[in-house]
């Protein structure tokens, strides 16, 4: 009988790392990237761009169920975020534990470098970058940005008929809303705080006497706050809540509304001193200014396809002017900031009518790291190809002699 | 069998993190900078200022600066543009878009725009003579209608299945235009109201 002899048992970690830094998990994860950005591709019809991005690409959604053309596709699958971050961990064991350590492999490893800094820049721009839009008529000057879908209650402080504060309750404290939540902000530095109900990223103000198109909130002066869906395109949704202003031994003063697109705010006056009450998008300062000197457009013959557009701004820094032109593919960037020339308008406007055209403004600290990675895989891939083709005519010249 | 017991406990993990209370109460620090953009507001306006929406349900006169109109009862009032001196939506889900603009140039320009948003031939004109009319702050204002695959240019897409009525006048201050633009159905069905606003826009001294 022969005796047989003790398998060399791997160790379970050793088995973890041998998994986590495999080739089949690392096919598995690249075709999950595929599939994920087509179906979100797909989706994004009916969904919008910005909805997909959440549902396909957030981190606080780990699995998600595709939908196309409005009907229900039965798969579950995980998350393009969470896919990239397990991808990336793939990658870097890989590159650490599996891969060859010795010259004849360094194009390999400079091309794993360049796509390792490409999934942290996608994982940087998740997290730490901003993006607004500023727009401008010719011949104006504007300082601000604002976000495509942040909505954000302003209560300003006016000092005669002049703006001289103003406080902010943030995006992240009304967006786990529902519109039958109530919240109270305490207003630290006023002399009252704010109870808000029935937040709504969509909304529309109607009267009793409207036909009914969605779920209503309470009557206020008049006018309910009707519930929307939200839009395809989310920066047209239009927020809006009712406010009860309290004071701090938390009676009544005041209560209205406050809607996005209203044409003014509200007012509050507490202490012989007026406030005024509005939901905006949030904003954010630039740390110049821009004043737009001309804008020019051009279609394609016959088309309302734009060729060109263009925009002449003067950067104002701490009393400095300097002329920048920027065009569709060439942005500004200046003090870790990007100017894209996203649009213009009117879309109707005749020859010699003013126009304005709208920024789109980037601040992303991975803002290039994409195309570095490229230029970091491309010339690993170039090394490795250039070793190989070499060693090829290296042997053959060898065999034939 | 090993994916299975990543995703799992990616999902627990993700379960747990969900399960966090909404607070009741939040207290409030934040402020920012002011910016060229805030201007001094109108203190004390009543709703329907704010709104822009009075006599809804029954129309009413309302004044806009230079001009002054009866709404039509199931229009809503949106605040103004630069270029959208007044602005209103119309239709079940809004869908119908009403607003008048101000711009210089000629007529025959402006006519040929709006034929070419819809893919349609450029009138001359020699044949603006046979497009209707109607009254327009007391003169004569050209009625243009259209419809089909609505281009607005800029990468916006294309709309197929709408229309456009414009009315177009000269008046002393340059050329006035009104136009609504919405799905083809949307836009008959405000055919009469868009033209009971036009007859009640009135200038104001």
Known sequence: MAATLPSKQKHPLRKVLDFLSGYHLASALILLLGVLTWLGTLEQVDLGLYEVKRKYFSASNPFLVPKYNGYTIPIILPNAYWVGMLFFVNLLLGTIFKARWRWASSGTLIAHAGMLLMLLGAFVTQHWSTRGNMAINEGETSDVAQHYFDHVIEVTEMEGSAPSKVHVIETKHLKDLDPEDTRLFRMENLPFDLKVEGYQSNARPVTPGQPRNGDRGTLVDGYHLEFREDEVESERNMGGCKVTVLNKQGEKIDEFLVWLMAFHPATVRVEDKFYTVKVNKSSWKMPFEVHLTDFTHEYHPGTMRPKRFESEVERIERGQKEHVLIKMNEPMRHDGLTFFQASWGPQNARPGQDLFSVFEVVKNPADKWPEISMWIVGIGLLIQFGMKLVMFIYNQAKRDV | ?205
């Open chain 2, 1 to 205: 069998m090993r994916l299975l017991l990543i995703f799992g406990g990616l999902a627990v993990l993700a379960g747990l993190t969900a399960c966090k209370e909404k607070p009741a109460e939040v207290t409030v620090t934040e402020t920012r900078e002011l910016n060229l953009s805030d201007e001094p507001p109108k203190l004390g306006a009543t709703s329907d200022q704010r709104f822009g929406q009075p006599g809804i349900g029954g129309g009413g006169d309302v004044g806009a600066g230079e001009y002054a109109f009866v709404k039509p009862g199931d229009w809503v009032r949106r605040p103004g543009t630069e270029f959208r001196l007044l602005n209103f939506v119309a239709g079940e889900n809004e869908e119908v878009e009403i607003y008048l603009s101000k711009s210089r140039g000629g007529l025959i320009g402006n006519i040929a725009r709006w034929f070419r948003q819809f893919g349609k031939p450029e009138p001359t004109e020699s044949n603006l003579g046979a497009l209707p009319r109607l009254v327009i702050l007391g003169g004569e204002g050209i009625l243009v209608e259209t419809a089909g695959t609505y281009s607005p240019g800029m990468g916006r897409p294309e709309a197929p299945g709408f229309a456009l009525a414009g009315v177009i006048g000269q008046t002393p201050s340059g050329i006035l235009t009104i136009k609504m633009i919405g799905p083809e159905a949307s836009v008959k069905g405000e055919m009469e109201r868009f033209r009971a606003f036009c007859a009640s826009l009135k200038e104001v001294e």
